[in-house]
């Protein structure tokens, strides 16, 4: 009986060890464009929109686009997840899934989930992002309307 019990505590310790010893998912190299969207949406969600804008191709839609209303409409609950992504010569597109609201509420969850991508240009070995889904607009730099 007490070995039983001697084993199952060591598989029990065994087991928490393990999944403690995991660690973290390392970030995305920057030099990627996984890594360029990262780096864009922490600047965005910081509140850098320069450092934002600065990842940005000159004929990006999300310069060219900017309105007053999309910078106020940023919201703060805002979680971004990076999804797949498709490299084709020097294009790139990368899936996100974009989460806003609370985690919970009377009926479930009062969060809204949506799925978009960002379209990203290479050159050189770095990238810069072409298109970014709606709430994530730098209007640092751009005329905004």
């Known amino acids: 009986m007490y070995s039983l019990m001697g084993v199952v505590g060591t598989l029990v310790g065994l087991s928490i060890v ?13 030099a990627t464009p996984e890594g360029t ?25 999300a310069r060219q686009d900017c309105q007053y209303a999309d910078t106020e409409r940023r919201a703060a609950d805002l979680r971004i ?3 797949s992504t498709l490299i084709d010569g020097p294009r790139s597109t990368v899936s996100v899934t ?6 919970s509420g009377p009926f479930g969850t009062g969060e809204y989930t ?15 992002i072409v298109s970014t889904p709606w709430p994530l607009l730098a209007c640092s730099g751009a005329e905004v309307k």
């Not at 393990?18 to 920057?30: A, H, K, Q």
């Not at 969207?37 to 839609?61: E, I, P």
């Open 18 to 30: 393990v999944v403690l010893s995991r660690g973290t998912t390392p970030p995305p190299d920057p």
């Open 37 to 61: 969207v990262q780096r864009y949406t922490q600047a965005l969600l910081a509140g850098d929109d320069a450092g934002a804008a600065a990842l940005l191709d000159q004929t990006s839609t």
């Open 81 to 83: 997840t990076l999804g």
């Open 98 to 103: 974009l989460a806003q609201g609370s985690a």
């Open 114 to 128: 949506s799925s978009d991508a960002f379209e990203l240009q290479g050159a050189y070995g770095s990238w810069s």
